[in-house]
C-alpha cells in the first residue's frame, strides 16, 4: 500500500529504509517511538512502512504494519508518545489496562515502564514522540513555576469531537503539510513554531496532573525561554556517543566500535546522526578534531607548537588529509592560523558551538 484515500502516505517523503520482517519493523519502531521492542511477531511475514520526521522537540511518525503483529517494548520515560490510528485497531495493555484503541482516539503513554501492543484489521498509526523534559519545560513555564512531579497524562483522548479534535486537527495539518512541494512547514523557523503550538495546545487542552495550574492566555506556543539543553531530545545512545567523542576524540571511533560502545546497531546509529546531525558518525568524529587542533593552534605559545603536533594529538594521522579538511572548515591553511600574533587571534568556538 503506498496511498492514502487516493492521496499519499502521511510522511511520505520520510520513510526510512528498513529490512524486511521483525528486524525491520523493531528498528523502525525504535526510531519513531524511542522504545525498546523487546519482541515483535505477526501472523504473515511483516512489511512495515514506516516514516518518521523530526524538527526540533518532537518526532512526527507514521507506521503501517503490514499485517497482524504484536509487539512488547521496555518504554522509555524520557518521552511522552501519543498513539492515533488511522485504520483497524490497537490493543494497548500498559501494567493491567487494556485499552482498545480505534480512529477517533488516541493514546497518551506518559507513566508506563512496560507496553503491550496487538495491531489488528490493517492499523496505521500517526506517532508523535515529544520530549518528557521539553514539554515539562513548557509546562513550568505555563504554570509560572518548575514542576514539583512528573507531568502524567491521562491515557485516553477522543480526537474526534471537542478540544482533542482542534488539537488533533492542528497535529494533522502539520503531518499534511509536510507532503506538500513548497509549503511554508518545510522552512526550518516556521517548523520549529508549529511544531511549539501543537505542544502547547496538548497542555491546554488535555487533561494532566498540572491542568489546573495550566494558563489558557498569551500567545500559544511562545515560550519566554528555551526549557532545556537541546540535545535532551537526542536518543539517549546518540548522546552517549557524542559524550565519548567529545571527551576522546583523538581515540579509535569507527563506527562499529562507536555502536558496540553504546550498545546500538551500527546502521541505527548512523541513522541517528544523519537524522539529528545531518552528518555521518565519520564527518562528526572529523569535526570535532578539526576543532580541537584549531583551538590548540590558537592557545599555542610561540615556539611551543607545531601544526604536526597539534593534528597528531587529536587523532590525524596523513598531514595532506588533514590540511585540506582544515582549510575547508576554516578557511585558511593551519600554518596561517599558528603563525597570528594573540591579539590576532578569535576566540575558538567549541565543537558544540559550531556547525558540525
Not at 27 to 47: K, Q, Y
Not at 206 to 215: A, D, K, L, M, V
Not at 223 to 245: G, K, M, S
Amino acid at each position: 500500500m503506498n496511498t492514502e484515500k487516493n492521496g499519499p502516505l502521511p510522511l511520505a517523503r520520510f520513510r526510512l529504509s528498513l529490512p524486511a520482517g521483525a528486524e525491520g519493523m523493531r528498528e523502525g519502531l525504535r526510531h519513531v517511538l524511542g522504545w525498546e521492542p523487546r519482541h515483535v511477531s505477526g501472523g504473515a511475514p511483516l512489511e512495515p512502512s514506516i516514516h518518521r520526521r523530526t524538527i526540533r522537540d518532537a518526532v512526527f511518525g507514521y507506521v503501517e504494519f503490514g499485517g497482524d503483529t504484536d509487539v512488547t517494548f521496555a518504554v522509555d520515560r524520557s518521552s511522552i508518545v501519543v498513539l492515533a490510528p488511522l485504520s483497524g485497531i490497537a490493543v494497548i495493555s500498559i501494567e493491567g489496562e487494556h485499552l482498545n484503541v480505534t480512529p477517533g482516539a488516541a493514546v497518551l503513554i506518559s507513566d508506563a515502564g512496560e507496553l503491550s501492543m496487538r495491531c489488528r484489521d490493517k492499523c496505521r498509526m500517526l506517532t508523535l514522540r515529544i520530549e518528557r523534559a521539553v514539554l515539562e519545560g513548557l509546562a513550568g513555564e505555563m504554570t509560572g513555576e518548575p514542576l514539583e512531579q512528573p507531568l502524567r497524562f491521562e491515557r485516553r483522548l477522543r480526537i474526534d469531537r471537542g478540544h482533542g479534535q482542534s488539537w488533533y486537527e492542528r497535529w494533522r495539518m502539520m503531518v499534511d503539510e509536510f507532503g506538500r512541494e513548497g509549503a511554508l512547514v518545510h522552512e526550518q523557523w516556521y517548523s520549529e513554531q508549529s511544531e511549539r503550538q501543537v505542544l502547547t495546545l496538548l497542555l491546554q487542552v488535555h487533561r494532566h496532573n498540572y491542568s489546573g495550574s495550566i494558563t489558557r492566555s498569551g500567545p500559544a506556543g511562545v515560550p519566554t525561554q528555551r526549557p532545556r539543553d537541546p540535545e535532551l531530545a537526542y536518543p539517549p545512545y546518540l548522546r552517549e556517543a557524542l559524550r565519548l567523542i567529545r571527551e576522546q576524540p583523538q581515540e579509535d571511533h569507527a563506527t562499529p566500535l562507536l555502536a558496540q560502545r553504546v550498545s546500538i546497531g551500527e546502521r541505527s546509529l548512523q541513522m541517528s546522526f544523519k537524522e539529528y546531525l545531518g552528518v555521518s558518525p565519520t564527518t562528526f568524529i572529523r569535526n570535532t578534531r578539526l576543532d580541537r587542533v584549531h583551538e590548540t593552534l590558537l592557545g599555542s605559545v610561540k615556539g611551543e607548537m607545531t601544526v604536526e603536533k597539534a593534528f597528531r594529538r587529536w587523532g590525524f594521522r596523513h598531514q595532506g588529509h588533514f590540511t585540506n579538511h582544515y582549510t575547508a572548515r576554516f578557511g585558511e591553511h593551519p600554518r596561517i592560523t599558528l603563525s597570528r600574533q594573540p591579539s590576532e587571534r578569535p576566540q575558538a568556538q567549541s565543537d558544540r558551538s559550531r556547525q558540525v
